[in-house]
């Protein structure tokens, strides 16, 4: 009998140790390699936030625990770490990737697993998972509108695509490339190139983008260069002499902290379209801002993946409030609808398509690496299949009424795939 009543309060003390655990909130960011110039950022945004949350009083009634790894810019390794998080440290939501090709690697991961993972940076669409929420852009929400603006008001006739060598920019182009021959522009008026990770000589692609306008045509640059190669490449700019007024460059990829390291004199007038600039004037960004310079420094700055982490974050935490449980199935079904404040002065929205509805800003570099906003929409709901690519304008993707991320509107199926979309 003693045994009985030792073995039964020792179970009823595991129990409630079980039901009072920390919550764990990994987070899988690149601090080294090629990316770290753009995610260590990330991985600093999640734990401020983590800590002001825990300062609230954490969640549910307890305290949450950041489980930080370092993937490395090793694509491969973002599988392995995302199998940790999950299998080994037993964390309740990843925060994560940069890259679509580290995105793609964990996904397969995240799907055999159940677990859920909010991902912060502008994309190729073309895919939805149940198991990933997409709270940077989609094409419709940052590469269209920029297209459309070098048309419409910069009057870009030519136009040279440069990328780094993986699927988001590729994915990326080939719906530029649609889309510019639909407005009507030639072919040959587009020039593509792509790099790999890390690229530093820039003299003949430069030299090339420059030969594309000899005849007079006005050229355009849509930048989908990502990491540390940024600073190779408008450093090359400068030295060709090259100047926004002669070709201006949009980039989808450059925001604040890359732009941090730079002597920014030679890039005063180039762009970039994001959702987000620290420049954004309201009291909810200027509260933000000031909360991180407080925590990291003056000399930091923020950025469009910063505010798409403070979403992703808040909408997550109030839908484990509103489910009353970190569970995946629960959290995701209360996820849908949520509505936050964003950070330029509207509302972000959770679409069933598990993407935001989110405004699209353009900004003009400025000499103090910050950027002068000169475009702004209303919120613009993201698109995970685009409508400029045949095979995928009859997609839908649907996860609160379908249960479905790939719904084809004509044959009224879903075509269920896991992790090659």
Not at 340 to 363: D, E, Y
Request: with cysteine.
């Amino acid at each position: 009998m003693k045994q009985f009543v030792l073995a039964a309060a020792l179970f009823a003390s595991t129990a409630m140790s079980s039901a009072h655990a920390d919550i764990k909130v990994g987070v899988l960011h690149s601090l080294s390699g090629t990316m770290a110039i753009s995610e260590t950022t990330l991985k600093d945004t999640m734990l401020m936030l983590i800590d002001e949350q825990n300062k609230k009083g954490g969640l549910l009634g307890e305290k949450l625990v950041p489980v930080v790894v370092d993937p490395a810019s090793d694509w491969p390794l973002f599988a392995e770490k995302a199998r940790e998080l999950l299998s080994v440290q037993e964390v309740d939501v990843i925060f994560g990737a940069w890259t679509s090709v580290s995105r793609k690697s964990a996904l397969p991961v995240l799907e055999e697993l159940n677990g859920l993972m909010f991902y912060p940076v502008q994309y190729e669409g073309e895919e939805s998972s149940k198991n990933v929420f997409y709270t940077g852009a989609a094409p419709n929400q940052q590469a269209i509108p920029a297209t459309d603006y070098f048309l419409e008001e910069l009057g870009v006739e030519k136009f040279a695509l440069l990328g780094t060598d993986y699927v988001y920019p590729r994915t990326t182009n080939k719906i530029l490339e649609q889309y510019l021959k639909d407005k009507g522009i030639a072919a040959e008026d587009i020039f593509v190139n792509y790099t790999p990770f890390g690229h530093s000589d820039w003299s003949k692609i430069v030299a090339d983008v420059v030969a594309l306008g000899a005849d007079g045509k006005k050229v355009g640059v849509i930048s989908t260069i990502n990491g540390d190669a940024n600073i190779g490449f408008y450093k090359e700019l400068a030295a060709a002499g090259v100047s926004a007024d002669d070709i201006p460059v949009v980039a989808f990829s450059v925001g604040e902290e890359e732009l941090s390291g730079l002597d920014t004199s030679n890039l005063v007038g180039h762009l970039a379209a994001w959702n987000y600039f620290q420049s954004s004037d309201n009291p909810a960004n200027a509260e933000f801002v000031k909360a991180w310079k407080a925590r990291m420094g003056e000399d930091r700055v923020t950025n469009d993946p910063m505010e798409a982490h403070y979403i992703g974050f808040n909408m997550w935490v109030n839908a484990v409030e509103k489910a009353g449980t970190t569970d995946v199935d629960a959290v995701r079904q209360a996820m849908y609808g949520q509505e936050f404040p964003n950070l330029t002065g509207g509302t972000a929205v959770m679409l069933p398509n598990h993407h935001l509805a989110k405004p699209v800003l353009i900004g003009e570099i400025q000499a103090d690496g910050q950027f002068d906003i000169i475009s702004q929409t209303e919120e613009v709901p993201g698109d995970a299949w685009t409508d400029f690519l045949p095979e995928s304008a009859v997609l839908k993707s649907d996860w609160q009424e379908l249960g479905c991320g790939m719904y084809n509107t004509e044959t009224k199926t879903c075509v269920q795939l896991t992790s090659n979309y």
